[in-house]
C-alpha cells in the first residue's frame, strides 16, 4: 500500500497532493452557497405551507379516497393526482438541491490521506 504524504493542519491531518490542488481550485464560498440552498430546502421542508404540510393533507384526502374515512381536508380545485404531482416535484427539487450540496463537498473527501496503519 502505498503512503500518501500528509500536512497537518489545526483540524487534522491532510493529503498533501489533494490539498495542493484544491488550495488552486477549489472556491470555499461554493459551501456558503451550499449552506444557502440547505436554508431554502430547510424552508421548503419543514414551514408553514411546506412539503411536510402537503404531505400532511396528501394523506388526509388519500385516507379519504383509499380508505373510505370522512373528509379530513378540505376539497381542493386542484385534483387529488394534480396535487401528488406538485408534491413529487417539490421533491425532486429537493433531491436536485440535496445533490448539489453533495456535489460540492466531493472535492474535499480528496483530502482523506491513506491511512498505512489498515
Given amino acids: 500500500m502505498s503512503i500518501t504524504d500528509t500536512i497537518d493542519t489545526?483540524?487534522?491531518?491532510?493529503?498533501?497532493?489533494?490539498?495542493?490542488?484544491?488550495?488552486?481550485?477549489?472556491?470555499?464560498t461554493r459551501l456558503l452557497a451550499a449552506v444557502g440552498t440547505l436554508d431554502?430546502?430547510?424552508?421548503?421542508?419543514?414551514?408553514?405551507?411546506?412539503?411536510?404540510?402537503?404531505?400532511?393533507?396528501?394523506?388526509g384526502m388519500a385516507h379519504t379516497i383509499l380508505n373510505g374515512a370522512s373528509l379530513t381536508v378540505s376539497s381542493q380545485h386542484e385534483?387529488?393526482?394534480?396535487?401528488?404531482?406538485?408534491?413529487?416535484?417539490?421533491?425532486?427539487?429537493?433531491l436536485a438541491g440535496l445533490y448539489v450540496i453533495r456535489e460540492t463537498l466531493l472535492p474535499l473527501e480528496a483530502l482523506r490521506p491513506e491511512d498505512a496503519g489498515e
Avoid at 489545526?10 to 470555499?28: F, H, I, Q, S, W
Avoid at 430547510?42 to 400532511?56: F, T
Fill in 10 to 28: 489545526p483540524y487534522g491531518a491532510v493529503a498533501a497532493d489533494a490539498l495542493n490542488v484544491l488550495e488552486r481550485t477549489y472556491d470555499t
Fill in 40 to 59: 431554502v430546502l430547510r424552508a421548503r421542508l419543514s414551514d408553514p405551507g411546506s412539503l411536510r404540510d402537503d404531505l400532511l393533507r396528501l394523506h
Fill in 79 to 94: 385534483p387529488f393526482v394534480d396535487q401528488v404531482s406538485d408534491v413529487i416535484d417539490q421533491l425532486d427539487a429537493c
